[in-house]
C-alpha cells in the first residue's frame, strides 16, 4: 500500500481524506492544514493524524495529495517532487502557466508520477460513451452553478470551465489554432461569466459557456461528429448517443427515417449506454496508485493538466 498524506484540509479535503482512508490502494498518514483550531477540530472530529508542518508530512508519504487553494499549489508541489514523493494535485494545476511546465518538468527529472484531479474524467456518463466519441466536429458545452464563495479567488475560466477544456482536449487529437472570448465580471472581481470559441487545426469548433452566478446547476457537453451526436450530462450522469446510417431499402415501419436534398435516406439510431455509477473522486485517486504501481502515465498527466491550463489562459487574456 502507498503512504498518503493530504495537505489542505477544507471541503473537497476531507473528501479526499476519507476517501484514501476507505480505499485499499492507500495507507492514509495524515493531514496537514495551516488553520490550527481548525486542524484540531478535523483530527478530533475524524481521528485523523494531524501533522504540524507541510514538510513532516511530505516526508511521511510516498504520495502528496495537494488539496490547498490553488495559490498554494506549487510551492507544495514542488517541495514534494524534490523529496521523491509522487503527487496527486487538484484542478487548475496550479496558479501561472511557468509554474506548471516548472512541475511539469521536476517531475520527469526526478522520475515520479504526478495527476492532476480533472475529476470529470472520471464521470461514468463521460467513460460510458468516450471510446464512442472519434472525430468530434463541433462541441458545445455548458457549465453553470449556483454562486458559491469557494474558488472565486480564481476567474470562473479556471475554476469551472476548465473541466471542459480538459474533456475537450482529451478527444479532439488536433492543436489549437485560435481561441476567441469573452468574460464579464459581476459579483468577484474576477470574472463569472465566460464564453469561449476555440477552433482547432483540423476544423473542430468547441463553444464553451461557464457560470458561477445562474439560478440552476447544468454540466452538459454536446459533441457532433459525422454520422453521429453525443450527449454527456455530467450533472445527472446520463449520456445519449444518436447515430445516423444509410436506411434499409424496407425500412421498420416505425423507424425514423430522413431524406436529404439529393434523396439519400439515412436512418437514425437512439442508445442510452449503461452508466456504472462510481465515486469519481475514489476513481480518479485509485487510478494513480494503479500507474504509481504500474509504472505507466497518470490518465490526467501533468503535461494534460498544463496543456489544459495553457488554453484556459489564453481565453482569460481574451478578456
Do not use: W
Given at each position: 500500500m502507498l503512504k498518503a498524506g493530504v495537505l489542505g484540509a477544507g471541503h473537497l479535503g476531507k473528501i479526499h481524506l476519507?476517501?484514501?482512508?476507505?480505499?485499499?490502494?492507500?495507507?492514509?498518514?495524515?493531514?496537514?492544514?495551516p488553520i490550527e483550531d481548525y486542524?484540531?477540530?478535523?483530527?478530533?472530529?475524524?481521528?485523523?493524524?494531524?501533522?504540524?508542518?507541510?514538510?513532516?508530512?511530505?516526508?511521511?508519504?510516498?504520495?502528496?495529495?495537494?488539496?490547498?487553494?490553488?495559490?498554494?499549489?506549487?510551492?507544495?508541489?514542488?517541495m514534494s517532487i524534490e523529496k521523491g514523493k509522487h503527487i496527486f494535485i487538484e484542478k487548475p494545476i496550479t496558479k501561472t502557466l511557468k509554474e506548471a511546465e516548472t512541475l511539469r518538468d521536476l517531475v520527469a527529472k526526478n522520475r515520479v508520477r504526478g495527476q492532476v484531479g480533472h475529476v470529470e474524467r472520471f464521470n461514468p456518463a463521460f467513460t460510458a460513451v468516450k471510446d464512442m466519441i472519434g472525430d468530434p466536429?463541433?462541441?458545445?458545452?455548458?457549465?453553470?452553478?449556483?454562486?458559491?464563495?469557494?474558488?472565486?479567488?480564481?476567474?470562473?475560466v479556471l475554476d469551472l470551465m476548465i473541466h471542459d477544456i480538459d474533456i475537450i482536449l482529451s478527444v479532439v487529437n488536433s492543436e489549437v489554432k485560435d481561441i476567441h472570448a469573452s468574460g464579464v465580471s459581476v459579483i468577484s472581481e474576477t470574472p463569472d461569466i465566460a464564453n469561449a470559441r476555440i477552433e482547432f487545426m483540423n476544423g473542430c469548433v468547441a463553444n464553451l459557456t461557464a457560470s458561477r452566478i445562474s439560478m440552476k446547476n447544468m454540466r452538459k457537453s454536446r459533441f457532433f461528429q459525422k454520422d453521429a451526436y453525443i450527449s454527456v450530462d455530467f450533472l445527472e450522469k446520463k449520456s445519449e448517443v444518436v447515430k445516423m446510417k444509410d436506411a434499409p431499402e424496407n425500412a421498420d415501419d416505425f423507424a425514423m427515417i430522413l431524406q436529404n436534398a439529393e434523396g439519400k435516406k439515412k436512418q437514425i439510431y437512439f442508445e442510452n449506454p449503461k452508466i456504472h455509477q462510481n465515486n469519481a473522486i475514489l476513481d480518479e485517486l485509485e487510478s494513480f496508485a494503479e500507474a504509481i504501481n504500474e509504472n505507466k502515465t497518470p490518465i490526467v498527466s501533468?503535461?494534460?493538466?498544463?496543456?489544459?491550463?495553457?488554453?484556459?489562459?489564453?481565453?482569460i487574456d481574451c478578456f
Open positions: 476519507k476517501l484514501l482512508q476507505q480505499s485499499s490502494k492507500y495507507e492514509l498518514v495524515g493531514f496537514y492544514d486542524a484540531d477540530q478535523v483530527a478530533e472530529e475524524f481521528g485523523y493524524t494531524r501533522f504540524d508542518s507541510v514538510e513532516k508530512l511530505i516526508d511521511a508519504c510516498d504520495v502528496v495529495d495537494i488539496v490547498t487553494p490553488t495559490l498554494n499549489h506549487f510551492d507544495c508541489a514542488q466536429m463541433f462541441i458545445e458545452s455548458h457549465r453553470l452553478a449556483e454562486f458559491n464563495p469557494r474558488g472565486t479567488d480564481v476567474p470562473v501533468l503535461t494534460q493538466g498544463t496543456k489544459a491550463l495553457e488554453v484556459a489562459q489564453k481565453i
